[in-house]
């Protein structure tokens, strides 16, 4: 409780680099299911981490509040979130 959408956006990128580090699954795709005030629901599917077919250009650190926004537009929605590189 307490958390706007833009908050929830940022905790939910901080779990899926939680589950990159902590887990070793990698992210293949976000699925936004709901997008309401004070609400963000989804998916995030992925599979193990394999360096072979995944390869690590750049570590990401954390996921900022730095400018994040959810957007409605053109009938969806647009999300913006800067990563910590």
């Given at each position: 409780g307490g958390q706007d959408r833009e908050e929830r956006l940022v905790n939910v990128c901080t779990e899926i680099l939680d589950g990159f580090e902590i887990g070793?699954?990698?992210?293949?795709?976000?699925?936004v299911e709901e997008v309401g005030e004070g609400r963000l629901r989804g998916r995030v599917r992925g599979e193990d981490f394999d360096p072979?077919?995944?390869p690590v250009l750049r570590e990401v650190k954390a996921a900022t509040h730095h400018q994040v926004a959810i957007v409605a537009e053109n009938g969806g929605w647009s999300a913006r979130v800067y990563l910590d590189l």
């Open positions: 070793h699954r990698a992210p293949g795709a976000v699925l072979a077919r995944h």
